[in-house]
């Protein structure tokens, strides 16, 4: 699919991404009116709350000089002014990030001859991944608006790299299915590229290949004792003290340590749960080379980062299943795991791609050489 055809649904695609988030945000204000709480109860009403709080203009009480804060020093209005531009920047962001990745996924799986799932899939995981990269980009400013912008600002930064992933993941559902119906117009007309034959045994091992730089993080990173470490081994002073919740963000995929007594069932059901990302990434690496027109290295890496995301949504949803909090806490906290995850699988995603298809060009030969030319 070439560029011309493939840039107006992935902007199409971007400008509606953005407007949902903006929608999204200004919803928030909905939650302060006096009928909301004869719809939902305390708890939910805060989740959402806190979910929505990333996307919306509407800066918190808590800034210096605003009223309800405390702080009835001078500079309120220098940081709300701080606070609008680093939402400015952050959906600037969040439109350009999606158009970047939806631009080379709809040209490397292009909604035809039997790809259409697989780009709805595609987009509808990179949308967490632009959102998650905008809120990273834009939270210094963020943090910076509320006056103490040196103080723990590592582990400030984890925390708001952290918010949204349920919004977000609505969002980028609804922009995905638009998006492709929308390529699937604009492809109309071109000369639809064959998918590619790719040799099973040589498939199956650049697949392997490639989750097991994933299970590196699923299984070894995670596990508690050494999930313990990350968080605690790396000291220093000064502004950049405390990385260890920012490096878990990054680093760790899940959570688990060995069973605890009478609870054997239990633990292997959420292994179980914890493994089904491993499955999901396994298959989508190995179909991702025949899938893509031409097998690069930044389709590879992006197709992997997609296909993490996806297979923690998939493991999101069976947690979802087996929790039984859902009575006592109500549904927005049953939906609050949801999209979790997405800067390890961007970080394990990089990797993943380019491992996968280090294994896979020797067996392919030629093939594969010419097409990442």
């Known amino acids: ?6 840039a107006i649904p992935a902007l199409a695609g971007s400008v509606l991404f953005t407007l949902l988030l903006w929608w999204a945000g200004a919803s928030a204000q909905t939650l302060r009116l006096g009928g909301t709480s004869h719809l939902l109860d305390a708890p939910s009403l805060t989740e959402l709350a806190r979910r929505l709080l990333p996307w919306s203009y509407d800066a918190p009480g808590e800034l210096p000089g605003t009223p ?42 292009p ?11 595609a987009l509808w995981a990179w949308g967490p991944v632009a959102a998650t990269l905008a809120v990273t980009v834009s939270a210094p400013w963020l943090i910076a608006s509320q006056g103490r912008g040196s103080f723990r600002i590592l582990p400030r930064l984890a925390d708001t790299v952290a918010s949204g992933g349920p919004v977000v993941v609505a969002a980028a559902l609804v922009t995905a299915l638009l998006t492709t119906l929308l390529a699937r117009v604009t492809a109309k007309g071109e000369r639809p590229a064959p998918r590619r034959e790719v040799p099973p045994r040589a498939a199956r091992r650049a697949a392997t290949a490639g989750t097991a730089v994933v299970a590196l993080s699923l299984v070894v990173l995670s596990y508690q004792p050494v999930a313990a470490r990350i968080q605690t081994s790396f000291g220093g002073a000064g502004m950049l003290s405390e990385p260890g919740d920012l490096l878990r963000q990054w680093l760790l995929l899940g959570g688990w340590s060995a069973p ?11 292994r179980a749960a ?7 990434v396994w298959w989508t690496l190995r179909l ?4 893509l027109t ?5 389709a590879m890496a992006a197709g992997a980062v997609c296909g993490i995301v996806l297979g923690l949504l998939a493991s999101q949803v069976a947690h979802m299943v087996l929790d039984d909090t859902g009575a ?8 609050s795991g949801l999209g979790a995850g997405v800067p390890a699988a961007l970080t394990f995603g990089v990797l993943a791609g380019p491992a996968a298809l280090t294994v896979l060009r020797p067996a392919r030969g030629g093939d594969t050489a010419a097409a990442s030319r």
């Not at 006592?328 to 939906?335: D, K, N, R, Y």
């Open 260 to 270: 605890s007594t009478g609870a054997t069932g239990s633990w292997l059901l959420d």
């Open 288 to 291: 991702l080379p025949g899938l």
């Open 1 to 6: 699919m070439t560029y011309r055809r493939a």
């Open 274 to 280: 914890d493994l089904l990302v491993l499955v999901v």
């Open 328 to 335: 006592v806490w109500g549904p927005a906290h049953l939906l």
């Open 111 to 121: 909604p035809t001859r039997g790809r259409t799932p697989a780009t709805v899939l």
């Open 294 to 298: 031409r097998t690069t290295v930044p």
């Open 68 to 109: 309800g804060s405390g702080d009835p020093g001078v500079g309120g209005a220098a940081y709300g002014d701080l606070y609008a531009t680093g939402m400015q920047i952050r959906f600037v962001a969040v439109l350009a990030l999606f158009l970047a990745g939806a631009l080379l996924l709809i040209r490397r799986i």
